[in-house]
């Protein structure tokens, strides 16, 4: 069986956005395993909880949750540049001093860069949108 890593450095209003997600859906029907995808730079912004986009144009944040809840698709989101995105798994409530939520959907992990080493491993091959 032949396998897929993806990288996504294009946030949700991109249209390679889009691309990357037909090409994924098309390789999943093909029989590709897809070992993971991995969010970086603008593309982080993918997983944000709080994205808010029109009825009338492509929902990406929802095909993204499709990926992972019908196919399994892992969804890996870089911590580093979500930070300097301003999206956070610990957002402090500056009242009580707590960890109380997280701006990352949840089917998205947490990941570093060394999962994208680890996905490009397990891969045969590789490709970055």
Known sequence: MQTLSVVITTPPSSYLTITAIDYITHAIKAGVDIVGVFFYQDGVLNASANIAIANDEYQTHKHWQKLNTE???????????????????????????????????????????GELVELTAKSERMVQF
Not at 87 to 112: A, K, P
């Open 71 to 113: 196919h399994g698709v892992n969804l890996h989101v870089c911590i580093t540049a979500c930070e300097k995105r301003g999206l956070s798994d610990d957002i402090i409530d500056m009242v009580n001093t707590e960890v109380t939520r997280s701006n990352i959907s949840q089917y998205f992990t947490v990941s570093g860069l």
